[in-house]
């Protein structure tokens, strides 16, 4: 099967022929029809996440058809279309996951990462970790949805029920979030790099009422913010935006480092935390409202031989929406 893979970090992704992958118990081959192209990625190609298998295939955003199982009966058959996500295998029996936290797993297995994804023709998924996809989502539109989305609304979810929500960074993540808070009838302010007036264009058409420079403050305190840009020193700015009593919310797996703030801006019972992977009740829950809250994801599609070109344009901000390979 063609794929691009990943031999060392800080070095592109280069083509390559493997063998058809075989699945193992509990697992499902599947034909991948759509794989997006999540910030993780990147992070992983640029050596930002330590020890990744090497050699790699990339990719944790899968959506396809499953080809052959393991043995059957089992959750899915023949024919189904699945949809493969970040969180890939987990223990089950450490506290974590005992305790509805196994996004925490101490020996959870990564898709894309300590797994090979889904950069490639087939691949190889835990069937206990994939889910179905609404049949409304063409595949190509449907693969955001599997981490962008997941990651997304488990950071909304860290927001309680914050009424003025700020955004930080309107990449993939922000562009599906926004759909969801608005459907829960938030009030949105959405914070780009400074003067991407075409960034700011996008989250005003997705509801945002207030779109504007990270380094601006926002018309009026927010109740709570997500940061999905990788970018430390917009944990100060949030925290200097939001109220009292407020949460800010860190979306991504890295971040370059956060300088020193004052502690006045963290006073007064703001909370600052992040969020870590996804559960599976996360990507169930988070699945069904999909569609019920018509979301609808923006994509740039790239035949897969052009991975490092989808990589490069994340890097750069220029993409609106989310990146998908399509083999
Ligand atoms: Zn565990
Ligand atoms: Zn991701």
Redesign the pocket.
């Known amino acids: 099967m063609r794929a691009q893979i990943l031999t060392a970090a800080r070095r592109p992704l280069t083509a390559a022929e493997l063998p058809a992958p075989r699945p193992e118990p509990h697992q499902l081959l599947i034909a991948v029809r759509a794989c997006a192209v ?4 990147l992070h992983v190609v640029d050596g930002e996440l330590a020890d990744p298998k090497l050699p790699l295939v990339p990719g ?2 899968i959506v396809g058809i499953v080809v052959e199982r393991s043995e059957a009966p089992g959750r899915f058959a023949v024919g189904d279309r699945v949809g493969v996500p ?1 969180l890939g295998w987990t223990c089950g029996v450490c506290d974590y996951c005992r305790s509805g936290q196994e996004n925490l797993c101490d020996r959870a297995r990564f898709t894309g990462y300590q797994i090979d994804g889904g950069y490639a023709e087939l691949t190889v998924a835990d069937e206990r970790y994939c889910f179905a996809i609404d049949p409304h989502y063409g595949d190509v539109e449907a693969a955001p949805l599997m ?2 989305g997941l ?1 997304g609304f488990r950071a909304l979810r860290m927001a309680g029920d914050a009424h003025r929500l700020g955004i930080y960074g309107f990449g993939a993540a922000a562009h599906i979030v926004a759909q969801v808070a608005r459907h829960q009838g938030r009030r949105l302010f959405a914070f780009t790099r400074p003067g991407d007036v075409a960034a700011q264009h996008f989250a005003r058409s997705l509801g945002a009422e207030w779109a504007g420079d990270s380094t601006a403050p926002p018309p009026e305190p927010l109740d709570a913010a997500l940061i999905f840009a990788p970018v430390g020193s917009l944990v100060p700015a949030a925290l200097a935006a939001t109220k009292k009593g407020g949460t800010v919310v860190c979306g991504g ?1 890295h971040m370059s480092d956060i300088p020193s703030f004052p502690y006045r801006i963290l006073w007064e019972e703001r909370v600052l935390r992040s969020v870590a992977n996804l559960t599976r009740r996360d990507a169930e829950e988070f699945l069904a409202l999909a569609p019920e809250a018509g979301v609808r994801t923006e994509t740039v599609t790239y035949p897969l031989a052009r991975a490092n070109d989808a990589l490069d344009d994340l890097r750069s901000g220029a993409l609106r929406g989310a990146a998908v390979l399509v083999p």
């Open positions: 999540c910030r993780t990625d944790h955003e970040w981490c962008a990651i797996i």
